[in-house]
């Protein structure tokens, strides 16, 4: 039984466990941000993304760069990630191999 599970399932789901893993921390970053964002996430000494979009979110009109880095850093991380859950799925997808 555990030579089955090692040989054949484990090398069929460890590529769509790592694709999806990948892809879920991107949205479990965006979630964090919004919850920040709201005041229902992290405590205010730790910093955060989402906080930090709040507290430049009074001033934005005079400090525009106190939203858009903090909101540049959410974008590019979660693209970084959705990008490499993607390239993740063409290397291990055992359909694409020749």
Do not use: Y
């Amino acid at each position: 039984m555990g030579w089955l599970v090692i040989c054949h399932f484990l090398p069929n789901t460890v590529g769509t466990l790592l694709v999806v893993a990948s892809i879920r921390v991107g949205q479990n970053i965006l979630s964090l941000a919004g919850l920040s964002f709201l005041g229902m996430g992290i405590t205010p000494p730790t910093p955060s993304w989402g906080s930090m979009l709040q507290e430049g979110r009074s001033v934005i009109l005079q400090c525009p760069w106190l939203g858009i880095f903090p909101g540049m850093a959410i974008f590019t991380t979660v693209l970084a990630f959705n990008l490499v859950g993607d390239s993740l799925r063409d290397a291990l997808d055992p359909r694409l191999k020749l």
